[in-house]
């Protein structure tokens, strides 16, 4: 049985798979530090070489654990659930794809350092990372650790096999659906803030276009900026400097994302319907736009109706299959919130939890 879509459930029990996978590596992992601390006094498993080793063993353990449930226990062809879209993409479209990403840098770091900068006013400790020594070979080895191979892991993972069931709940609650879980399970305040509202604009592609191509792109040049921020010091900046970088970095990032988005919408649209109408329509129509969606409720319903029947008319995930809803505390799809859906939910927020307090507790520094 070769299947195109999945239900909600089976689209979270793949998560919860793929983590249970990690957690597996986790422990694999652990046994290697053991053993390099018994031959080299532990100076291998210090080394930037082995957390790069522990990150891609860990994100193709996270992959063979949803792998392993659609595949052989649920006899599913799991690259049939979506579509990669190689075809769709084009230049214009690739360095649209890098300014978004330049601009979600900039706008949601200095968000994120607002965030993590709240929790250590009330004791949290986070990890300080300082900035790496430059070589070739380390940067080759982190772009492949970390960019290329999370790019593709996670976008199948979440855009791909997560959403794929989500979908059935309309294409809007898929994409904050997939983000909130992509965020939880990155299980640390450092990345709760950028994470998420990256999840939505990974999800809004995926979406918006039926091929998780773009998303894996961004992904990709997302990984790589924050790679290379790596190897820059900010020490010598004072927090007035900080202030004035952040502000800058905030307004400059917001103009970058919206154009970008913007002209990604239209080029999109226009391949795919033939409609080069962008709502809204400038800044001002945005800001206006903006402000009926969040205080305006019967507004932002019609807006969700129309962009779900709008989507889920152009439903590229889809595909008719019994609904058995696996984990569920009853039977038939209408349920909202399958069992395995609070399963996914309460267990990336207990780990999230796990590392606030080992920050608090200071187990982290």
């Known amino acids: ?32 530090v053991m053993i390099a601390n018994a031959f080299n006094g532990g100076s291998f498993a210090e080394s930037t070489d082995f957390a790069y080793i522990t ?32 075809g769709k993409l084009s230049l214009v479209k690739v360095l649209l794809l890098f300014a978004i990403a330049v601009g979600a840098i900039l706008l949601f770091a200095p968000l994120a ?29 982190a772009i492949a650790a970390m960019c290329i191979l999370p790019a593709f892991n996670e976008e199948i993972l979440f855009r791909g096999i997560l959403m794929n069931g989500a979908r059935r709940k309309g294409a809007y609650f898929a994409i904050v659906y997939t983000a909130f879980i992509f965020m939880i399970f990155h299980g640390n305040p450092q990345q709760t803030v950028h994470q ?15 091929s998780i191509i ?52 239209r080029l999109n649209d226009r391949e795919k319907f033939g409609d080069t109408e962008t709502k809204p329509n ?14 305006d409720k019967s ?10 029947n709008k989507y889920d008319a152009q439903n590229e995930f889809g595909g008719e299959i019994d609904p058995d809803v696996i984990f569920a505390a009853g039977t038939g799809e209408e349920k909202k919130y399958p ?8 267990g990336g927020i207990l780990m999230w939890l796990l590392t606030c307090i080992m920050g608090f507790l200071g187990a982290l520094s």
């Open 1 to 32: 049985m070769k299947r195109k879509a999945l239900t909600f459930g089976e689209s979270n029990v793949s998560i919860i798979t793929a983590f249970a996978g990690s957690i597996a590596g986790a422990t694999i992992i652990a046994g290697l």
């Open 55 to 86: 990150l891609a063993l860990t994100q193709l353990l996270m992959f063979g654990g949803a792998f392993f449930y659609l595949a052989v226990l649920r006899k599913v062809n799991v690259f049939n659930l979506f579509r990669m879209g190689f």
């Open 113 to 141: 350092e607002l965030f993590v900068g709240a929790l250590m006013k009330l004791g949290y400790q986070p990890i300080i990372e300082e900035a790496e020594s430059f070589t070739w070979g380390g940067l080759v080895i």
């Open 196 to 210: 998420f509202f990256l999840g939505l604009i990974f999800g809004y592609l995926a979406v918006t276009t039926g």
């Open 214 to 265: 773009f998303g894996v792109i961004l992904h990709f040049f997302n990984n790589l900026i924050a790679v290379l921020f790596g190897y820059i010091s900010f020490d010598g900046i004072t927090s007035d400097g900080l202030i004035i970088m952040y502000a800058v970095w905030v307004v400059a990032g917001a103009v970058i994302l919206f154009f970008a988005l913007r002209a990604f919408k």
């Open 282 to 295: 400038g800044i001002k129509d945005s800001v206006v736009y903006i402000k009926k969606l969040l205080f």
């Open 299 to 308: 507004f932002r319903l019609t807006e969700k109706e129309a962009f779900n």
């Open 339 to 346: 069992t395995s859906a609070k399963v996914a939910i309460i």
